[in-house]
């Protein structure tokens, strides 16, 4: 049992470069989320996913893309890069309630 | 718009310390409020504290929620280097689909 893995961990871009990200899950979990972490703010929503098929915008979505066409993976799309979106990229999911969200291990991104 | 706010945001203590952080919180139909550990990569759960479960410990680490006066802390007693990492305090509203708001995070650094 993987939990939550994300694809790739690292990777370095140049402005208006386009990438996908990978996150898989094998716990059957409906629900899926991708955040970005940027020093001193935490994490931000930036899509979310509450079913196979399904996505929807979070807080921070400008930028960004993302589709869930199996239920176990959830890509997050950059189609032309910007040095503001040099961060760490997590994927969560979650199975429903309770509330606690299981994240993968994170993929640091820059945008040169 | 949901807010959670930590303090402080970063500690420096000796082993055998006692810390406690704190996260205090604004959120439209609060139900519940996370505690993760995160050390380099990903967060990992430690208590989720909701209005029927105000209070959790795992050895010698603890939790109280008080709902009144919307804050919670997290205790950590007899502090080993072990402890060293990030703590996010994250709290659930009452949206459908799960979203977590997290407060910035403290930066606990455990010397020996």
């Known amino acids: 049992n993987a939990g939550v893995t994300q694809t790739p961990k690292f990777r370095v871009l140049k402005t208006g470069q386009s990438m996908t990200l990978l996150c898989a899950q094998d716990m059957n979990h409906e629900y899926m989320y991708w955040y970005r972490q940027d020093p001193g703010m935490g994490l931000r929503l930036i899509h979310y996913s509450v079913g196979e098929g399904t996505t929807a915008k979070g807080e921070v979505p400008d930028g960004y893309n993302v589709s869930r066409l199996k239920k176990q993976n959830f890509l997050l799309g950059l189609e032309s890069a910007a040095p503001s979106q040099t961060s760490v990229y997590f994927c969560?999911?979650?199975?429903?309630?309770?509330?606690?969200?299981?994240f993968g291990p994170g993929t640091r991104l820059t945008v040169l | 718009e949901d807010k959670v706010v930590q303090s402080p945001l970063s500690l420096v203590v000796h082993e055998g310390d006692t810390v406690t952080l704190n996260c205090s919180y604004e959120v439209t139909n609060f139900r519940s409020l996370l505690w993760y550990k995160q050390e380099k990569k990903a967060p990992t759960f430690l208590f989720m504290l909701?209005?029927?479960?105000i209070e959790k410990k795992s050895g010698r680490l603890s939790s109280i929620l008080d709902k009144k006066e919307l804050f919670s802390i997290l205790n950590i007693t007899a502090t080993q280097t072990g402890d060293s990492a990030v703590y996010l305090c994250a709290v659930a509203g009452g949206t459908s689909y799960g979203k977590l708001t997290f407060g910035q995070g403290t930066i606990l650094t455990v010397h020996p």
């Open positions: 909701t209005s029927s479960g």
């Open positions: 969560a999911s979650r199975v429903g309630p309770p509330d606690e969200q299981f």
